[in-house]
Nanobody, 121 residues
């Protein structure tokens, strides 16, 4: 499975960005797609998850009501729409894939992209 993120950038507080994750490879290993973020020196934080076979989603409390994860199966792409961005949302955002979603955002994901930087200031 290969994952390529795009859409990061710099934005003012209150602004919006949409991240994209283009996926390729064995479909079964991409049943569960998620976005994580990490600030240097901090632990990686799960942000949002989607079970691509159905419609199940999960969000971190810190982003509920502001971020939306969605999928376009025809394009093999998962999106993260981020609204009302705040400085504390500044981080490197990573796309992740896994065959199962049993653990939700605490699941051990087997495939990762290289990340895209989001800066809110």
């Amino acid at each position: 499975v290969q994952l390529v993120e795009s859409g990061g950038g710099s934005v003012r507080p209150g602004g919006s960005l949409r991240l994209s994750c283009a996926a390729s490879g064995y479909t079964y290993n991409r049943n569960c797609m998620a976005w994580f973020r990490q600030i240097p020196g901090n632990e990686r934080e799960g942000v949002a998850l989607v079970f691509t076979v159905g419609t199940t989603t999960e969000y971190a409390d810190s982003v509920k009501g502001r971020f939306t994860i969605s999928q376009d199966n025809a394009k093999n792409t998962v999106y993260l729409q981020m609204n009302s961005l705040q400085p504390e949302d500044t981080a490197m955002y990573y796309c992740a894939a896994n065959a199962v979603c049993f653990g939700g955002l605490k699941e051990h994901f087997g495939y990762w992209g290289r990340g895209t930087q989001v800066t809110v200031s």
